[in-house]
Protein backbone atom coordinates (compact mmCIF):
# COMPACT_ATOMS: atom_id res chain seq x y z
CA UNK A 1 0.00 0.00 0.00
CA UNK A 2 1.29 3.34 -0.76
CA UNK A 3 0.40 6.42 1.68
CA UNK A 4 1.19 9.89 0.63
CA UNK A 5 0.57 12.49 3.24
CA UNK A 6 0.67 16.72 2.47
CA UNK A 7 1.20 18.83 5.54
CA UNK A 8 2.03 22.68 5.35
CA UNK A 9 -0.90 24.39 4.49
CA UNK A 10 -3.12 27.09 6.46
CA UNK A 11 -3.87 30.82 6.25
CA UNK A 12 -1.81 33.23 4.59
CA UNK A 13 -2.00 36.91 3.26
CA UNK A 14 -0.96 38.01 -0.03
CA UNK A 15 2.27 38.10 -0.77
CA UNK A 16 3.11 35.92 1.84
CA UNK A 17 5.19 32.59 1.91
CA UNK A 18 4.18 28.40 2.48
CA UNK A 19 6.09 25.37 1.96
CA UNK A 20 4.30 22.15 1.18
CA UNK A 21 5.28 18.61 2.25
CA UNK A 22 4.13 15.58 1.05
CA UNK A 23 5.74 12.09 2.87
CA UNK A 24 5.91 9.23 0.78
CA UNK A 25 5.51 5.42 2.31
CA UNK A 26 4.86 2.06 1.59
CA UNK A 27 7.42 -0.93 0.96
CA UNK A 28 6.43 -1.32 -2.86
CA UNK A 29 6.62 2.24 -3.48
CA UNK A 30 10.47 2.89 -4.45
CA UNK A 31 10.07 6.70 -4.11
CA UNK A 32 13.29 7.58 -5.93
CA UNK A 33 12.17 5.96 -9.16
CA UNK A 34 8.80 8.10 -9.47
CA UNK A 35 8.17 11.37 -11.03
CA UNK A 36 6.38 13.58 -8.84
CA UNK A 37 3.75 16.07 -9.35
CA UNK A 38 1.92 18.96 -7.00
CA UNK A 39 -1.83 19.39 -7.84
CA UNK A 40 -4.32 21.49 -6.76
CA UNK A 41 -8.19 22.25 -6.93
CA UNK A 42 -10.08 25.45 -6.24
CA UNK A 43 -13.85 25.41 -5.23
CA UNK A 44 -15.74 25.48 -8.31
CA UNK A 45 -12.77 24.39 -10.46
CA UNK A 46 -11.27 21.31 -12.03
CA UNK A 47 -8.18 20.11 -10.78
CA UNK A 48 -5.03 21.52 -11.97
CA UNK A 49 -1.33 20.35 -12.31
CA UNK A 50 1.01 23.47 -10.78
CA UNK A 51 4.38 21.18 -10.51
CA UNK A 52 6.61 18.28 -11.75
CA UNK A 53 9.78 16.80 -10.59
CA UNK A 54 11.46 14.06 -11.96
CA UNK A 55 12.88 11.34 -9.82
CA UNK A 56 16.54 12.99 -9.83
CA UNK A 57 14.87 16.32 -9.59
CA UNK A 58 16.92 16.77 -12.75
CA UNK A 59 14.52 18.18 -14.52
CA UNK A 60 11.14 20.38 -13.52
CA UNK A 61 8.04 22.26 -14.92
CA UNK A 62 5.33 24.52 -13.82
CA UNK A 63 2.34 25.67 -14.30
CA UNK A 64 2.31 29.20 -16.24
CA UNK A 65 0.45 30.64 -13.11
CA UNK A 66 3.08 29.54 -10.59
CA UNK A 67 6.20 29.98 -12.50
CA UNK A 68 9.04 31.99 -10.95
CA UNK A 69 7.15 31.61 -7.91
CA UNK A 70 6.96 28.37 -6.60
CA UNK A 71 9.66 25.80 -6.46
CA UNK A 72 9.71 21.97 -6.43
CA UNK A 73 12.04 19.97 -4.66
CA UNK A 74 12.70 16.04 -3.40
CA UNK A 75 14.90 14.72 -0.82
CA UNK A 76 14.57 11.04 -2.09
CA UNK A 77 16.58 10.01 1.21
CA UNK A 78 13.39 11.51 3.36
CA UNK A 79 11.07 9.90 0.83
CA UNK A 80 9.87 13.70 0.49
CA UNK A 81 8.89 16.21 -2.08
CA UNK A 82 8.35 19.88 -1.21
CA UNK A 83 6.49 23.15 -2.50
CA UNK A 84 8.04 26.09 -1.55
CA UNK A 85 5.44 29.19 -2.47
CA UNK A 86 6.51 32.54 -2.75
CA UNK A 87 4.45 35.77 -3.59
CA UNK A 88 0.78 34.16 -3.10
CA UNK A 89 -2.00 35.18 -4.76
CA UNK A 90 -5.30 34.92 -3.50
CA UNK A 91 -6.23 32.95 -7.15
CA UNK A 92 -3.75 30.35 -5.66
CA UNK A 93 -6.23 29.27 -2.76
CA UNK A 94 -6.96 25.86 -3.36
CA UNK A 95 -6.52 22.23 -1.99
CA UNK A 96 -3.14 21.37 -2.79
CA UNK A 97 -2.07 17.70 -3.85
CA UNK A 98 0.65 15.48 -4.44
CA UNK A 99 0.81 12.70 -6.28
CA UNK A 100 3.08 9.93 -8.55
CA UNK A 101 3.73 9.05 -10.32
CA UNK A 102 3.78 12.20 -12.90
CA UNK A 103 2.21 12.97 -15.45
CA UNK A 104 -0.98 10.02 -14.93
CA UNK A 105 -0.92 9.02 -11.07
CA UNK A 106 -1.93 6.20 -9.53
CA UNK A 107 -1.52 7.58 -6.18
CA UNK A 108 -3.06 10.76 -4.39
CA UNK A 109 -2.90 12.43 -1.22
CA UNK A 110 -5.28 13.33 1.01
CA UNK A 111 -4.71 17.12 0.24
CA UNK A 112 -3.76 20.29 2.21
CA UNK A 113 -5.64 23.59 2.07
CA UNK A 114 -4.10 26.71 1.16
CA UNK A 115 -5.77 30.16 1.53
CA UNK A 116 -4.33 33.45 0.56
CA UNK A 117 -6.35 36.19 2.18
CA UNK A 118 -6.13 39.37 3.58
Known amino acids: QVTLVESGGGLVRPGGSLRLSCAAS??????????MGWYRQAPGKLRERVAF????????YYADSVKGRFTISRDNAKRTVYLQMNSLKPEDTAVYYC?????????WGQGTQVTVSS
Open 99 to 107: AAPWPMPDY
Open 26 to 35: GRTFTFSSYA
Open 53 to 60: ISWSGGDT
